[in-house]
């Protein structure tokens, strides 16, 4: 018996240099949550390895990838432009994250969607042996459990959504709401990060489709779906080991112990219009137009991972920050500080370990995010009790993360008054914050996560095949 986990992206990338190509660690909640664990247990992950592979060299890749229990679909270029960027990214991001005016409901991007995910649930079946679990992953694939089932009627499958699942008044706005819930009712038990996430997808069901809802379970066609809250957590050991490593902590020590350190800020999100970048930019913006003094004294680390940058708004809003941080930059600088260090690319797990032990607070601040990592990260790197986390009311985690400092991410002056309380807050405080947060980061790990999900998903499959033989 396996589980098979079934995703969008590989939790490994191929990018090409000069016709090589190169295997690297995926971005985004869903490869880095899972992209350890699944190597622990008797898994395979099927996904897409991230580019267009030739033909000529799928042969090629399949066998590397095999090495990592990773099985490829492959996808041509212009299914990565209407399935993943068009309909995935163009449709169903915007609207999932309230920015509805960003959605573009085009016809093309929809038969392609459904094609993919025809192609992923093909890819699936043959690797599907009795007793074994499947697993589908997140927003991309949200017709594969209804697939799946349509050719193994008692195959045992999970669904979870990494991203969240908008109020009923949102979600009716999409054309082919009805196809995309039918999708999801093809798996056992389906899984979100909160608990409203769960509340907005039964109401929107029972009111698009012809189920009955009760409680938390769905019925339909004589099935019973399950629907439950499983808030995905992090490797808080990893987190908390990384500053410990000889190199990692030399340069720790190192940073933390420059004469007249000044405040350090870090963020770390990738480039996406629901993470509030630039909302946050205008706070700090604020915040030293107000406050003279702080000239020298508070440095953000501002670290923008590349995202989906063939995406227009994301190529625009790539854009508006490259401007937006030259201005504040250009404003205030003076010959010696710079208040933002800005960088746009991704890093090696042990520097974003430094960032995150060397930095005294950590501003996470999205308009709207399913749970998000970064801010889990942080309180796990944070091994000395100090630090402070200021953390949007929008994100899923803030739900756990009670003790941060919590901000409306619409409200500039939230976020402005948050850093500054932050800056001044006493270390006692900062450390009775910090310890109820790593005991809640460490408890709910990721492990802990996986092991809830699989044996509700177990449970499930019990209920029913009772339910069978009564
Ligand atoms: C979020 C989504 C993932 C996605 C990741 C990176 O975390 O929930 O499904 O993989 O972003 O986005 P990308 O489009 O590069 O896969």
Same mark, same amino acid.
């Given at each position: 018996m396996k589980t098979i986990i079934i995703s969008n992206r590989l939790p490994v990338k191929i990018i090409e240099e000069n016709n090589e190509y190169k295997y690297i660690p995926s971005e985004g909640g869903l490869a880095t949550g899972l992209g350890d664990i699944y190597?622990?247990?008797?898994s395979i992950w099927i996904g897409w390895p991230g580019l267009e592979i030739p033909e000529d060299r799928q042969l090629e890749v399949a066998n590397k990838l095999a090495e990592l229990h990773l099985y490829p679909v492959f996808l041509t270029q212009e299914e990565i432009n209407?399935?993943?960027?068009?309909?995935?990214?163009?449709?169903l991001w915007p609207v999932f994250h309230y920015v509805?005016?960003?959605?573009k409901y085009e016809q093309s991007y929809w038969d392609s969607y459904k094609a993919v995910n025809e192609k992923f649930a093909n890819n699936t079946i043959k690797f599907i042996e009795q007793g074994d679990q499947i697993w589908v992953q997140d927003y991309? &694939?949200?017709?594969v459990p209804h697939l799946i089932r349509a050719y193994k009627q008692d195959a045992i499958i999970g669904f979870f959504q990494h991203i969240p699942f908008p109020s009923y008044e949102i979600f009716?706005?999409?054309?082919?709401r009805n196809e995309l819930l039918t999708g999801l009712t093809g798996a056992d038990l389906i899984g979100f990060h909160t608990y409203d996430d769960v509340r907005h997808f039964l109401h929107t069901t029972a009111r698009l489709l012809p189920i009955t809802a009760s409680a938390n379970i769905l019925t339909c066609n004589e099935r019973q779906i399950v629907v439950e809250a499983f808030p995905m957590g992090i490797d808080f050991d990893k987190f908390s080991s990384l500053p410990k490593q000889p190199a990692v902590f030399k340069e720790i020590e190192r940073l933390n112990n420059v004469p007249d350190k000044a405040t350090h800020v870090l963020s770390i999100d990738? &480039?996406?219009?629901?993470?509030?970048i630039l909302e946050r930019l205008q706070a700090y913006s604020l915040l030293l137009e107000n406050n003279p003094e702080y000239v020298g004294k508070i440095v953000w680390t501002m670290v923008v991972v590349p995202s989906r940058d063939t995406v227009p708004q994301y190529r625009d809003l790539k854009e508006q920050i490259d401007r937006t941080v030259g201005d504040i930059n250009s404003r205030h600088r003076t010959a010696t500080w710079n208040p933002i260090n800005y960088f746009y690319r991704s890093f090696p797990i042990e520097e974003l370990s430094i960032f995150y032990a060397t930095a005294d607070i950590c501003l996470v601040t999205p308009?709207?995010?399913?749970?998000?990592l970064v801010s889990k990260e942080y309180v796990a790197s944070r091994n000395n009790d100090d630090g402070v986390l200021i953390l949007s009311?929008?994100?899923?985690?803030s739900k756990e993360l009670t003790d941060a400092l919590i901000?409306?991410?619409?409200?500039l002056g939230d976020i402005m008054n948050a850093i500054e309380h932050a800056m001044q807050m006493p270390q006692e405080e900062q450390r009775e914050r910090m310890i109820a947060m790593r005991a809640v980061v460490k408890k709910f790990s990721v492990k802990r996560w996986v092991d809830n999900f699989m044996l509700k998903l177990a449970e499930v499959k019990q209920l029913q095949d009772s339910l069978k033989t009564k």
């Open positions: 190597k622990n247990g008797n209407l399935f993943y960027e068009g309909f995935s990214n163009e449709v509805v005016t960003y959605a991309q &694939l949200l017709l009716r706005l999409i054309p082919w990738r &480039l996406d219009y629901s993470k509030g308009m709207r995010d399913g749970m998000n009311e929008m994100a899923g985690s901000v409306n991410p619409n409200n």
